[in-house]
């Protein structure tokens, strides 16, 4: 039972070069978020989406970008890394009830030098 | 906006004793209000949660009360484990739709033998 799987797990980029973060989820949910978490300040979303083709910001969205073409599928797209980046992001998926779980990835670990 | 204050870690103790984890929160609304947890290397997993006032959440051991009056949703267990070291997220969920969770800091728990 695979639920929300990111990939990669590991990653070490340059300043200015791009990359993108896989999210990819079985669960048939129709909300997915990502979220970065840095030591000491919890976690704090950068983007959601609530249903193919559908996206909005969250509170931290400068610097990324995010599309949602499948209900799978929601990839996290870093244009111009910067050393801020740096952090780890979870992918995460729910049904978008206030009362509901939501379902985690294992992390991808982002190191900008 | 919504905000939630969790007591900083680490926090050690010794097997068998006992846990409290304080956590507050400052919301508009009912928010719907959780506990999830870390174990090294993983994502993050819901550990209980509380939708209303006075619900109590439990799981694992592990309990917390939804206290409105002092906003407060502390996570309690009566006899630690080696096994619960983790790190411990507050979070809560307004009824704005979405459930995009707002968390606090986390605090890391470590148990020794």
């Known amino acids: 039972n695979a639920g929300v799987t990111q990939t990669p797990k590991f990653r070490i980029l340059k300043i200015g070069q791009s990359m993108t973060l896989q999210c990819t989820q079985d669960m048939n949910h129709n909300y997915m978020y990502w979220y970065r978490q840095d030591p000491g300040m919890g976690l704090k979303l950068i983007y959601y989406s609530v249903g193919a083709g559908i996206t909005d910001k969250g509170e931290v969205p400068n610097g990324y970008n995010v599309s949602r073409s499948t209900t799978e599928d929601f990839p996290l797209r870093l244009e111009l890394a910067a050393p801020s980046q740096t952090s780890v992001y979870f992918c995460a998926g729910g049904t978008g009830v206030s009362t509901g779980e939501l379902f985690f990835g294992e992390g991808s670990r982002l190191t900008v030098l | 906006g919504d905000s939630v204050t969790q007591m900083e870690g680490p926090v050690t103790l010794s097997e068998e004793a006992f846990l409290t984890i304080n956590c507050t929160y400052t919301?508009?609304?009912?928010?719907?209000l959780f506990w999830y947890v870390q174990y090294p290397g993983e994502g993050l997993q819901l550990l209980l949660k509380?939708?209303?006032?006075?619900d109590k959440g439990s799981n694992k051991g592990f309990e917390a009360t939804y206290r409105k009056e002092t906003t407060s949703f502390h996570l309690e267990k009566g006899s630690v484990q080696v096994s619960d070291s983790a790190v411990y997220f507050c979070a809560l969920s307004d009824r704005g739709g979405g459930n995009k969770l707002t968390f606090g800091t986390g605090t890391q728990l470590k148990v020794e033998l």
């Open positions: 509380a939708t209303k006032a006075d």
């Open positions: 919301a508009t609304g009912y928010p719907s």
